[in-house]
């Protein structure tokens, strides 16, 4: 099994490409593990279904998708209705269905994780549901499998969690005092303060006030907040930024038209334009604090968030309702890029869920404006396919120099070994396809498969400073 | 030739999983196939040049792109001016150019027929040409080339036609008391009468009056004629409906609104907007529909009909000039989606032109909402490397159990079996590319290729019922 | 390395098809080759870096987005400012940075031209950087790298520059006068002249004035001047006009409406929509002009130019930093295809920055319209994946007999043979894979590659006349 994934007409070149990366460490700079896991010595991960289905919506809404209510998987419902919890029979359920995972990125991270962290090399199906039930269990309960040996055992070089603006970091600091040297650092995610129209953005901007000291009556004070938070994570360790947004809009306001809009807001008087406007011109300001502060800027664009409206009623959101929408950058980022996309201070990590824009525009974008960076695939492309059309159609014009090498992006801390591993065999595989063919020759490829595993990520997170 | 369409690299592994399912019957739970073929125990098809050439825009299309007139291969003009009626002319002319659709789907198509289905293996050039019209002319003289000795020998389980919504549905009947037990099916099409600024849609409304008996004076009455003939073509034997549409948009109207544009419809007095939001609500319409009478929803959507209005004028529709158009699904389907993509009675299958729809939008919905399934490659990618995007870009998000299976989608009974036969090596050569890198075992292939080949295809369209 | 970029697997089939095609002539019908360079029998290079890296904005441009300042490299200002002067420090920066290209075009094209145009087999790298400098400039010295003489060597049958609708062709007429005979042809590019808000668009018109001695006074005269300076270029050789357009837009306007817009443009008025809606109608313009004198028109879409402005402002345009945006055709050109796309005097190429647009629009346009050809791969897409991409989304659809060969569209005039040497390996390759899968016979594809390597430009650009 160990030359998985690999095209076998150059298995031969890709296997020692591969060999030479798969012990580095693992950089993780962004995702969203929880940070609870690493606070404390001890840690308790409950039941199998507790650390592998309730919190995975990659593995549910494959379920829901094929008729299983998510009552009946445990999934917590907004109201406290009652649902299914004997995590027994909800393990039998996933393991009966597990066929509806072939070839998905999901059913191969599950395999694997199966095998190499819980050491389990049975299939799993119907009849072996059980019996892989209680090997989980029985592994979750020894003392190294605890998140911190884990953490040691997976060789994370450092994890960044992704962390509310408003956020005292708690659970950071509780790394930081118990002693314990794992490098886990925040991202500063200001979305929800930033979102004019969410349900509860008068409550989160009563919590940036009261976490900041700043009573935030007015924008000039939001942005004084908004400055002090990044500062204080970045005393934390956090060396980067994220925006999550639909649209990759962007357009400055003046100071009197940010301060209009804001105050329209506080009073609960924002018209229909205020919030995109507001957002399009955050997108500037934040750009503008990152060419200041150093911290490297994300941008995850284009998942409408909770297509289904029913069932965010009864679950909320990330419950595997998300859907991308076509994107444009080439206009929307242009009023941004002008204005730091060639600043030596400022960096830009830009995500898509629209393929169609690698080749046309961000390949284009990010092999000129120094100051940008094309993500690794993400989401439904963090996959052996989205990998090789995102080599395909992005290394030709920006060259990889310009990709921010890899990431997992996951809340499912087991699975961040076989996701990285997923990356660095997909990579070999590809350099192995080039050298192959001749386009480039053994020295660069070495040099290539160790930048693209581990170098890329570090330099371009800054996190070598 | 039996390893054909396979690559080489994993030869080896494809032709066991295509031999598994060559012997398989053939499931056609869409298409074209005129009913009248199998209305009688005889058929007159006609020359060579009628069964092959007049009917098929996909192969008169590429000889009218290298500047051949249509006239000139015998397509009937809507003024009934003279066309070429030598047909032994025509077919020349299109032996002269078969070169043409080297690399082309329907070049396979027609080559894999000559050979598989009248015995010719001869290749199709200019010299050849009049002896291959001789051959074919002959057998289709013969008694086991008719129809319906075509369809036991093609071995075909199921298969649906389309038909418009105010059809009598004639030749049906006439199968059906005519003791043959091939099993052909209608499928439900109100494209017809849905669309308000057809040129006849007051005819299209007076037809459905008449075949109904319910005076379609009212859109209250337009809704209960259009049950009533779901219900009558349920009755006799229908599994779904079929929908061809520009866009995916869809909203509801209120029933006032419904019965007033509507109203302004019959009196010829629609404005600009009324068909597209009378599509938009119908489409939302024949959703609840399905959800109770069962009936599985199509929608084939983004084809610019007549593009070429010059040729759309002297020779009607259906002319190769049908060009398709950028597609949304994400936000034009939600209104229908959020009112019945959970419900267990309802099943909607989405076609696409648009392939850039398929990673971005259709596959993260079909992986999500219980009632959509996507349906194959469409039209112009109904092809080796349509079939293999769609796999590359399909399968990682939705899995294969939330797509459709393939149909053949044709109006060439004669292609039947080539098109399926392109489907089931293309579906082998996929899965032995996946059993080569270890993706999947050879096990889940082996249940993989029957469900890809044949179950799906029943079970998404309700065949067993 | 002779049989570089071909997959191993069918390595054996490529190459007797590339071997069947090296030795033809290079059609080059379409370019930004300087025309001076051939305008004498001796031409001065300068330095390596004058010739390779300062008018190559596909090598600036990557150097750039690492952070290397423009002014480094020897980019001249339009302020007239310092730039960097020492052009073996310039060298070296290039060949410090030379692994930004790793898998890039832009890299195996100068690898290939060192190795093949100038006899450098050494990698370039930090230590080879000056020998390497010192290679290039000597054998530039020497008469048999003169531009006459390669293009002798380089064994080009026939190559179009691009030329101003205003220019007088002095070079063109120059080489004419000389006795030399490479055939060296100008193409009609009036863009500068019918953007009514270009910055110079009155001193276009009055050079357009000047050149044609017709004073450009109106619409009517502007039609006129154009159709004179076309008859002018079609006599000094041309076959074909330009046209780069941000989208492909075509509507027509009455003649009194093009005459009011004309004017409001001559007396400085133009209103917001005056500009689009000119070139929408000029497209179609332009269109009449080649049904009645024959000049195939070429359409390039999609390049937003000039995105970061500051550096327009620093350094003017072709800096890199033009950008795709989306594309749409099928309802753009409806109303062109409509008047002239079954023309048989009429042809079309349209070139394409945005890939999707490949299966969707231009091969279904192109597998119909009589008129429409689809140019090669254009720009970021002159490139291995590029071509693959075509191949495989194109020829499907339109075949390969509606697609106009390849052309280089290159200003660097030593790297011609290596693009062409790509394109015919790609060629080589993907019909090699149609082979190993028996899609078609061996005799088809030795038709096929000479038709990809030569017939086809020819043809398509109407060469042979």
Redesign the interface.
């Known amino acids: 099994?160990d030359?998985?994934?690999?095209?076998?007409?150059?298995r031969a070149i890709a296997l020692p490409l591969y060999e030479s990366v798969r012990g580095l460490p693992l950089v993780c700079p962004h995702g969203h593990v929880d940070p609870r896991l690493l606070a404390a010595e001890h840690y308790d991960y409950g039941t199998p279904v507790d650390l592998l289905i309730i919190p995975d919506h990659y593995i549910f809404?494959?379920l829901?998708?094929?008729?299983i209510r998510l009552e009946s998987l445990g999934i917590p419902r907004k109201d406290g209705a009652p649902v299914e919890r004997d995590h027994r029979k909800i393990w039998q359920v996933f393991a009966d269905h597990f066929?509806?995972?072939?070839?998905?990125?999901t059913g191969?991270w599950l395999r694997d994780e199966l095998a190499n962290v819980f050491g389990i090399t049975d299939?799993l199906t119907s009849a072996s549901a059980q019996t892989i039930y209680d090997q989980i269990a029985e592994r979750l309960a020894q003392p190294e499998y605890q998140p911190r040996r884990l953490f040691e055992r997976f060789n994370i070089e450092v994890l960044a969690t992704t962390d509310a603006a408003t956020s005292r970091l708690e659970h950071h600091q509780a790394i930081r005092v118990s002693g314990w040297t794992g490098r886990v650092i925040p991202t500063f995610r200001p979305d929800a303060v930033t979102a004019l129209d969410g349900d509860d953005w008068k409550q989160q901007i009563e919590q940036l006030s009261a976490v900041t000291g700043i009573e935030v009556t007015s924008y000039r004070r939001f942005i004084a907040a908004l400055e002090q938070q990044r500062a204080f994570f970045k005393q934390m360790g956090a060396t980067a930024s994220d925006h999550g947004i639909l649209d990759a809009y962007t357009a400055p306001l003046s100071d009197h038209e940010a301060e209009t809009i804001f105050q329209r807001a506080l009073t609960g008087a924002v018209d229909g334009s205020d919030p995109g406007r507001f957002t399009a011109h955050m997108l500037i300001e934040f750009a503008r604090m990152s060419a200041e502060d150093g911290l490297v800027m994300q941008l995850h664009v284009g998942s409408?968030r909770n297509?289904?409206?029913?069932?965010y009623g009864a679950f909320g959101r990330d419950m595997?309702?998300?859907?991308?929408?076509?994107m444009?950058f080439?206009?929307n980022l242009?009023p941004l890029?002008?204005r730091f996309?060639?600043d030596?201070h400022f960096r830009l990590i830009v995500f898509t869920?629209?393929?169609?824009t690698y080749?046309?525009?961000l390949?284009?974008?990010?092999?000129?404006?120094?100051a940008?960076r094309l993500g690794p695939p993400w989401w439904?492309?963090d996959?052996?396919?989205?990998m090789r059309?995102y080599f395909?159609?992005v290394?030709?014009?920006?060259?990889?120099?310009?990709t921010a090498g890899f990431n997992d992006d996951t809340r499912a801390y087991p699975s961040i070994p076989a996701r990285h591993d997923v990356w660095r065999r997909a990579s070999a595989d590809w350099l192995a396809g080039?050298v192959?063919?001749?386009?480039?020759?053994e020295a660069?490829a070495h040099?290539?498969i160790a930048d693209m595993a581990y170098h890329l990520a570090r330099q371009t997170y800054r996190l070598d400073a």
């Open positions: 099994m030359d998985r994934y690999f095209d076998p007409a150059h809404r494959m829901y998708s094929q008729g066929y509806l995972f072939r070839g998905t990125p191969i299939k409408l297509h289904n409206s029913g069932l595997g309702a998300d859907i991308p929408v076509p444009g080439t206009r242009r890029l002008n996309g060639s030596p869920l629209d393929e169609s080749s046309r525009e390949a284009p974008l990010a092999g000129h404006y120094p940008l439904f492309f996959s052996l396919n989205g059309r395909e159609n290394v030709e014009t920006a060259g990889i120099y310009n080039l192959a063919r001749r386009i480039i020759d660069d040099e290539m």
